[in-house]
């Protein structure tokens, strides 16, 4: 479990944050109430975050910061200070934060900036600059909220990045760029992903008020002025993530499968009516099954039905193993799934649906140390055809009962 330390000389507070985030956050949670003694925890052990109060009996004038720093530990400050200069003075330093103590907003503040963080490892930040030095002011930012980091020169080289790394979740650019500009990268990148699928701040010098409209018109999801204060930079920036993953919980809540996270039946129709039409004007063949597992009732029966939803976890995630990123898998329910292998012929299609066969028959799922499951599943499949989805569907349905007549265990590729 990670862990993260508290210096705080009033004991009262220190207990209390202590208590809240281990209620919170499920963190391992240290407390130090002088220098000497966050010196021993800071030498013996590596924090996820250490919360540093600036005024402590031995260490009075901030001293620990910089230790603490040092120690290359991520440090959130405390403090009752609230004179703006002295303020502006520890921002300076690599800090991730500075908040100032007082009531139960200070510390639920708190304790949404850890949750934060941690989320923030989850997600990689695209920087995009021609200025070397901008580049690596940003990437130090960044990092300090836990971000991992790319940065490119360029937005040709952003966009061969976008290209190759589908774990990007935010874009920075510049607007004032060679070759390709920032409101340009912008436009292109939105040719290929929507705003649920990746942000975009522009960040410029430009006064110009109408560069900010035309950035936010044209697909970004904010705008930073340079230069920025830090506190506003990474508010921005948590903000934009913190909306980009709301939006994926709610687009996830209606287009997958609660059991098992796969594509769910409504997806599945709506998708494939654009991919259908997409293929409709090129020569793209796809084959179509659907898989069902043989004799699920009485693995329900003997089992149980908690039994019976992991099998179908278990054999949810041998078809997602089985396929690539491209192909859809979806679960229409009870014990029965659809896969959609793209841009294949008919040979590669019966080769790979008999492996998955195959690989699930080889397969077992253990209820204890004693006992395991093995099951097998029927395929029926068919490949690109001139009728509707709905008749698509249908038709591929009859081959899988059909699959099933002649004995279970097999695929039938019409």
């Known amino acids: 479990m990670e862990k993260i330390l508290v210096v705080e000389d009033n004991k009262t507070l220190a207990k209390l944050i202590a208590k809240k985030i281990k209620a919170t956050l499920k963190f391992d949670v240290d407390i130090a109430y002088t220098f000497k003694e966050a010196k021993l925890f800071i030498n013996a052990y590596k924090y996820f975050v250490t919360l540093v109060d600036l005024n402590i009996p031995d260490a009075p004038n901030g001293e620990i910061v910089d230790y603490v720093l040092k120690k290359e530990q991520a440090v959130i400050v405390l403090s009752g200070n609230i004179d703006k200069e002295f303020r502006k003075k520890i921002l300076q330093k690599e800090i991730i934060d500075y908040v100032t103590k007082g009531g139960m907003n200070d510390m639920n503040y708190i304790i949404n900036a850890i949750h934060r963080l941690h989320k923030n490892k989850q997600h990689t930040v695209l920087v995009v600059d021609d200025s070397m030095v901008t580049r690596l002011h940003m990437k130090i ?20 990045i976008l290209d190759t790394d589908s774990n990007i979740s935010l874009v920075l650019t510049d607007y004032s760029m060679p070759v390709m500009n920032g409101l340009e990268l912008t436009l292109e990148i939105r040719k290929n992903y929507t705003k649920d699928e990746l942000s975009i701040i522009a960040l410029s010098s430009n006064e110009d008020d109408e560069i900010n409209a035309m950035f936010l018109k044209h697909g970004a999801n904010d705008y930073i002025r340079k230069p920025f204060l830090k506190e506003e930079f990474s508010c921005r920036i948590n903000n934009t993530i913190e ?6 919980l ?12 796969l594509y769910n039946r409504n997806y599945f129709f709506t998708h494939m009516s654009d991919y259908i039409n997409e293929v409709s ?18 693995i329900n029966d003997i089992y149980g039905h908690e039994i019976g939803d992991k099998i179908i976890i278990h054999l949810s995630e041998i078809l997602t193993s089985a396929t690539n990123h491209r192909d859809l898998v979806a679960r229409f329910g009870g014990e029965e799934f659809c896969i959609v292998l793209k841009n294949i012929n008919r040979f590669s299609a019966k080769e790979i649906f008999e492996r998955l066969r195959e690989s699930v028959a080889k397969s077992y799922f253990l209820v204890n140390e004693n006992k395991e499951i093995r099951f097998t599943i029927s395929v029926g499949a068919t490949m690109n055809s001139d009728e509707s989805l709905d008749e698509i569907v249908d038709h591929t349905e009859m081959i899988l009962h059909k699959a099933k007549q002649e004995g279970k265990d097999r695929v039938i590729l019409d």
């Open 243 to 248: 909306s980009l993953e709301n939006l994926n």
């Open 281 to 298: 004007q090129n020569t793209e063949k796809y084959a179509l099954g659907m898989i069902n597992i043989d004799n699920f009732k009485n």
């Open 250 to 261: 709610i687009i996830n809540h209606a287009n997958r499968d609660y059991l098992t996270g």
């Open 141 to 160: 930012l960044l990092e300090n909220l836990f971000f991992k980091v790319i940065t490119v020169a360029h937005g040709e080289e952003a966009l061969g």
